[in-house]
């Protein structure tokens, strides 16, 4: 009996639809993970880019609730180049659905060979590239994404696993689905041998494979070379073996039964939440950091071309309240212009007050240090703009944090905070690169001196 009609028959002995009926696990499921992302896609305070990304996922989960509703099987084979996987796969598919290769590398792609009748109910394998030829980083990232889109995982062996491999089979266990190890290419080991093999490989994936779920498969023995009476001799092809490993499949499938692609699906959607969250920070700090230097560069070519005091710098706060709304929407956390004006206060007043007059008197130092003589207006007037930049970037950064912490300085309250602000940033590599962009953008410009 093949895979899918066994498959069907457990789901009717489980009194489990066969047919396209949606399950009872999947529709609040459904409307609720679908229905959170679609707000995230509608929410127009999440930066374009996040959004765009975000349809990208979208797309995955309603693929990963369809398959929810359809109950199928998604089975990933996993494993070295040349292990055997595609050969696996075919034998479990009981046909050529992937193609086998002596060369290595044969599979360069994951791709999902689905049976024809996928539709009414069954079993799709993923066949993966072998994995020895990524370096340690990809090779994660291709057991988690191959791991995210299957219900279980048959990692595949030949011999004995290097060290690569258990760590491979380490990251597969932590994403929680099953994982089977096969032994594949039994054929090529004597039964002791095989036993020995089988056992040793059960001690060395203790607590990240079930004992009973190593097991040795045969997807495509060699033929064997028979010699008849007359001396005359022929290759017998051999049938795969994989009945073993089929029935523990299907014995976890109807162990976990829906509840396994629930599951799955549950996981998917909580990693997807932590992903797009950290997505929307970033990026929302990206277009913050680009806000800023537009502010930066405004402010300080304004400044050189119309050198003010020093002590005046910080007073010129116009044009940082200004600055600090347009943070506050890329924030999701609008304030008025009033609002901004006062947060560019605290964050002056607490600038002036950590650094005081020596503060102006280094900085000054600073921006001007490693200049040569004959100091044009145009020299001196970039001074002091690169020192009107950096004070920018310090309430710019100042007021990410503020909004960042939901409009709040935290228990410590403004000091500490902005103080950790100006810990935090190099002055003098901002202060050489403001000094630098000044000059280039007033050397752009023919009519200044
Ligand atoms: N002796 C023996 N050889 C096998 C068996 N299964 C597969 N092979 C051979 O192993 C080689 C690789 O098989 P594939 O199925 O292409 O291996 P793969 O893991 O998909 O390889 P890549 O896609 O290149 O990573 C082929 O030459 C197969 O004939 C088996 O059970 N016994
Ligand atoms: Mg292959």
């Not at 055997?84 to 590398?105: P, T």
Request: aromatic share 4%.
């Amino acid at each position: 009996m093949d895979l899918r009609s066994l498959w069907q028959r457990m789901r009717r002995s489980a009194s489990l639809p066969v047919d396209d009926a949606p399950g009872e696990i999947a529709t609040p499921l459904r409307h609720g993970v679908a229905r959170s992302l679609q707000e995230l896609l509608d929410d127009s305070s999440v930066p374009p880019a996040v959004r765009q990304e975000l349809a990208v996922d979208f797309a995955r989960v309603a693929t990963m609730l369809d398959k929810l509703q359809r109950d199928e099987l998604h089975v990933a084979v996993f494993g070295r180049v040349s292990a055997g996987k595609s050969a696996l796969g075919n034998a479990l598919l009981g046909r050529q659905a992937f193609e086998v290769g002596v060369l290595h590398g044969t599979t360069t792609e994951a791709e999902p060979a689905r049976l024809d009748e996928a539709a009414s109910g069954g079993l799709v394998l993923i066949d993966t590239p072998g994995i020895n030829e990524l370096g340690g980083e990809a090779r994660e990232a291709l057991a988690v994404d191959v791991a995210q889109v299957s219900d279980l995982v048959i990692y595949v062996a030949d011999g004995d696993l290097t060290r690569d491999e258990l760590d491979a089979l380490r990251t597969l266990a932590a994403t929680q689905r099953p994982v089977l190890l096969a032994l594949n290419k039994a054929d090529r080991y004597a039964d002791t041998e095989r036993e020995a093999l089988l056992a040793h490989l059960r001690s060395r994936t203790a607590g990240l494979v079930r004992p009973e779920d190593v097991i040795a498969v045969c997807a495509l023995p060699v033929p064997l070379r028979v010699i008849d009476a007359s001396g005359l001799e022929s290759n017998l092809p051999q049938s795969p073996d994989v009945d073993t490993l089929r029935t523990r499949l299907l014995d976890i499938a109807r162990r976990d039964g829906k509840a396994l692609n629930a599951i799955n699906a549950g996981l998917f959607a909580g990693r997807l939440a932590d992903q797009v969250g950290q997505r929307i920070a970033i990026s929302r700090r990206q277009l913050a950091s680009r806000v800023i230097r537009q502010y930066c560069l405004a402010k300080g070519v304004a400044v050189a071309l119309n050198p003010i005091p020093v002590a005046d710098l910080l007073a010129a706060a116009g044009l940082d309240a200004a600055m600090v709304v347009q943070l506050s929407r890329v924030y999701g956390m609008p304030l008025t212009r009033a609002e901004s004006g006062r947060l560019v206060a605290t964050v002056s007043a607490q600038l002036i007050a950590l650094m005081g007059a020596i503060w102006g008197m280094q900085l000054a130092a600073s921006a001007l240090k490693g200049l040569s003589g004959g100091l044009s207006v145009v020299v001196t007037g970039a001074a002091q703009g690169a020192l009107a930049w950096y004070a920018t970037v310090l309430i710019g950064r100042a007021a990410e944090r503020y909004l960042v912490a939901g409009k709040s300085w935290g228990e410590h309250g403004p000091k500490r905070a902005v103080a950790e602000v100006v810990a935090g940033l190099d002055r003098d590599s901002i202060l050489r690169e403001a000094r630098e962009e000044i000059l280039r953008r007033l050397r752009r410009d023919p009519a200044l001196p």
